[in-house]
Each structure stands twice: as structure tokens, then as C-alpha cells.
């Protein structure tokens, strides 16, 4: 099976801008979550996806946003970007909600915001 | 809050050594912690996970130890090689939901 998969692997954008990534799961994983890591934060949940529902939130402005599809393809949106939003975001996919499942992560998209 | 506190920040030990790694937590309601293992440029990898309801843990070189009462869990890593440079993070999950909480991660290098 293919692993998680992460478009696009780079990315720069500047202040102000918005910016979509992307996160195909692992074939026949329906959960997905997204975490930030940064050097001085560590590794910090966003948020969780399971069928199109988002079940879980971490502690991020509203400026960051998601959703998921039928496919179970999941996209996050970060709007008005700051300095701070650089960072590498990764996806991570299980078969489903159950906290007993293992957690499969992506290499990660790393944003650059200027 | 960091709620998982992890140490040492780095590690640096010479091949055939067993570094080992401290977590501690102080959410009760964490039942499940895995340890995971992440090269640069990659995602975060599984290595091992325990339940509070298990002392101890092993696969393969690595191995599990969890103190419930200490609300404390460490890795142990036997015969370390060279190719276990990485950054280990463990992680906590409350059985209500599955958002994992990390530690600040180990930087582990194992000198030839």
C-alpha cells in the first residue's frame, strides 16, 4: 500500500497570503489529522477529520481550517499568514476514530512564509 | 501547557550503547503512548506503543518501561547503531479522541 501522501512537499508565500495543502490518507484509512512542527513548539495538533466531520480541534486560530472529502482526501487552509505559520505540516491517517489505531504519518509540506 | 515533558533534548552515545529516553505526563485520562521515530526530511514512524495496563514493552531493540503511579514512561534502545540517529518523540493520547500530545522530542546521535 502506498503511504500518506503530501502535495506540495514546499512551499513560500508571503504575508498576507492564503495557502491550501493537501493530504491523500493511506488506501481504505478514513481518519486523518493534521499537526504543526516547529523547532520552538514541537510537534502540535490541529485538528481531526472522520467521514467529511471534523471530531477534534487543537488550540489554533480560526485562520486555520480544514475539511474532508467523500474520498477521505483532506485539505487545510491557512488564511492571512503570518511570520509564525512557517512551519512543517503534517498529515497523519488511521483506519478510523478509534483511539487504539496507529497513526501513519506524511513527509510533511513545509511552508516558508515571508 | 506542555503537558508531556520529555528528556534529555539530545543524546549522543557511542554505538552498542543503550540510550534511554524519559517521558513524563500529568493527564490522567492518557491511555495509550506511543514512541515515534523521525529522520530529516521525514514524517514521524512508529516504533512501539504501551497501555498504562503493561509495565514494560519490547520490540526488537527498543523497549517500553511505564511507571503508571510515577505517571512517567521511558525508551530504551539496545545495541544502538549508527542508523538510529534520529529524533524520537513520545506522545500521549486520551482515549476519548485521537489527537496524540508530543514531548519536545530527543535528538539521538550514536557515534560509530
Known amino acids: 500500500k502506498a503511504g500518506v501522501t503530501q502535495t506540495p512537499r514546499y512551499l513560500i508565500k508571503t504575508r498576507g497570503q492564503q495557502v491550501t495543502l493537501s493530504c491523500s490518507p493511506i488506501?481504505?484509512?478514513?481518519?486523518v489529522s493534521w499537526y504543526q512542527q516547529t523547532p520552538g513548539q514541537g510537534l502540535q495538533f490541529l485538528f481531526e477529520?472522520?467521514?467529511?466531520?471534523?471530531?477534534n480541534k487543537g488550540n489554533f486560530p480560526g485562520r486555520f481550517s480544514g475539511r474532508q472529502f467523500s474520498n477521505s482526501r483532506s485539505e487545510m487552509n491557512v488564511s492571512t499568514l503570518e511570520l509564525g505559520d512557517s512551519a512543517l505540516y503534517l498529515c497523519?491517517?488511521?483506519?478510523?476514530?478509534?483511539?487504539?489505531?496507529?497513526?501513519?504519518f506524511g513527509p510533511g509540506t513545509r511552508l516558508l512564509v515571508l | 501547557q506542555q503537558q508531556v515533558k520529555q528528556s534529555p533534548q539530545s543524546l549522543i552515545v557511542q554505538k552498542g550503547g543503550i540510550p534511554i529516553i524519559n517521558c513524563a505526563y500529568e493527564?490522567?485520562?492518557?491511555?495509550?503512548f506511543p514512541w515515534y521515530q523521525q529522520f530529516p526530511g521525514k514524517g514521524p514512524a512508529l516504533l512501539i506503543a504501551?497501555?498504562?495496563?503493561?509495565s514494560e514493552k519490547k520490540e526488537g531493540r527498543f523497549t517500553i518501561s511505564f511507571n503508571k503511579s510515577a505517571k512517567q514512561f521511558s525508551l530504551h534502545i539496545m545495541d544502538s547503531q549508527p542508523g538510529d540517529s534520529a529524533t524520537y518523540f513520545c506522545?500521549?493520547?486520551?482515549?476519548?479522541?485521537?489527537?496524540?500530545?508530543f514531548g519536545g522530542g530527543t535528538r539521538l546521535m550514536v557515534k560509530p
Open positions: 506522545a500521549a493520547r486520551e482515549n476519548a479522541g485521537n489527537m496524540l500530545t
Open positions: 497523519a491517517s488511521s483506519p478510523g476514530p478509534l483511539y487504539q489505531e496507529t497513526q501513519y
Open positions: 477529520y472522520f467521514s467529511e466531520t471534523q471530531r
Open positions: 504501551i497501555r498504562p495496563d503493561v
Open positions: 488506501s481504505g484509512h478514513r481518519s
Open positions: 493527564n490522567t485520562a492518557f491511555d495509550y
